[in-house]
């Protein structure tokens, strides 16, 4: 896909006359593409590759936290998952710093809540959305009386970065906890299916406002 300089824009003029932008799914093809000169930027490099980068002196490496959230969706519509203390307990079971820790490498940030500090005014750090309590997890479960059933998580295998390894990691923390899960890959996006029960997804911010992130 390329994109060529409009230069009847209003505003200042883009450095570029055009660019083009090709999907690589591999990290490794990728990392290849950029040392052998297929591509002159390159994105979504895990942390633990980032040596390999920062290890070629003909090589630059520019990186920063952005606005956006990797979240897991849940089908509140689901015959399975209507009922509230068995979602509320899928969610405590996920330790999300050790996830910063083993998968980020500590570089991405943990939010308490489902808000960024760019919301400026509108921000509020006081609230804690996101609990990692395994204890109580296991509470809610026997008062839901679940009973074992499955609950899969769908995700495609290079949807974002570590995104496959997030999903295998929730599903082995649910289990630590009596929850039945299973990673469902899928090149599909299964969004808007009636059949999903969880899977990855991710919001950005466009604007600085709680309504500017996408979904």
């Given at each position: 896909?390329?994109?060529?300089?409009?230069?009847?824009f209003w505003g200042?003029?883009?450095?570029?006359?055009k660019?083009?932008?090709?999907?690589?799914?591999e990290?490794a093809?990728?990392?290849?593409a950029?040392?052998t000169?297929?591509?002159d930027?390159?994105?979504?490099?895990?942390?633990?590759?980032?040596?390999?980068?920062?290890?070629?002196?003909?090589?630059?490496?520019?990186?920063s936290?952005?606005?956006?959230?990797?979240?897991m969706i849940?089908?509140v519509n689901?015959?399975k998952l209507?009922?509230?203390?068995?979602?509320?307990a899928?969610?405590?079971?996920?330790?999300?710093d050790?996830?910063?820790e083993?998968?980020w490498?500590?570089?991405?940030?943990?939010?308490?809540?489902?808000?960024?500090?760019?919301?400026g005014?509108?921000?509020?750090?006081?609230?804690?959305?996101?609990?990692?309590?395994?204890?109580?997890a296991?509470e809610?479960?026997?008062e839901?009386?679940?009973?074992?059933?499955?609950?899969?998580?769908?995700?495609?295998?290079?949807?974002?970065?570590?995104?496959?390894?997030?999903?295998?990691?929730?599903?082995?923390?649910?289990k630590?906890?009596?929850?039945?899960?299973r990673?469902?890959?899928?090149?599909?996006?299964?969004?808007?299916?009636?059949e999903?029960?969880t899977?990855?997804?991710?919001?950005?911010?466009?604007?600085?406002?709680?309504?500017a992130?996408?979904?």
């Amino acid at each position: 896909m390329a994109w060529e300089r409009f230069d009847g824009f209003w505003g200042d003029t883009a450095p570029l006359e055009k660019i083009t932008v090709q999907h690589i799914p591999e990290t490794a093809s990728r990392l290849t593409a950029l040392k052998t000169g297929g591509a002159d930027i390159i994105t979504n490099i895990a942390p633990d590759q980032l040596a390999l980068i920062k290890g070629d002196s003909n090589l630059r490496m520019v990186g920063s936290a952005t606005p956006l959230f990797h979240v897991m969706i849940m089908n509140v519509n689901h015959p399975k998952l209507r009922e509230p203390r068995i979602r509320q307990a899928m969610s405590m079971a996920i330790d999300r710093d050790m996830f910063n820790e083993a998968l980020w490498l500590g570089k991405a940030v943990v939010p308490s809540t489902h808000a960024l500090e760019e919301y400026g005014a509108l921000y509020m750090p006081e609230l804690e959305t996101f609990e990692y309590n395994p204890e109580k997890a296991k509470e809610l479960l026997k008062e839901a009386g679940y009973d074992g059933f499955e609950i899969t998580f769908d995700t495609h295998p290079t949807y974002y970065t570590n995104g496959l390894l997030a999903a295998q990691a929730i599903t082995e923390m649910w289990k630590e906890v009596g929850i039945n899960g299973r990673v469902n890959i899928a090149e599909k996006w299964s969004g808007g299916s009636p059949e999903m029960m969880t899977r990855n997804w991710s919001n950005p911010m466009y604007f600085a406002a709680p309504s500017a992130l996408s979904g």
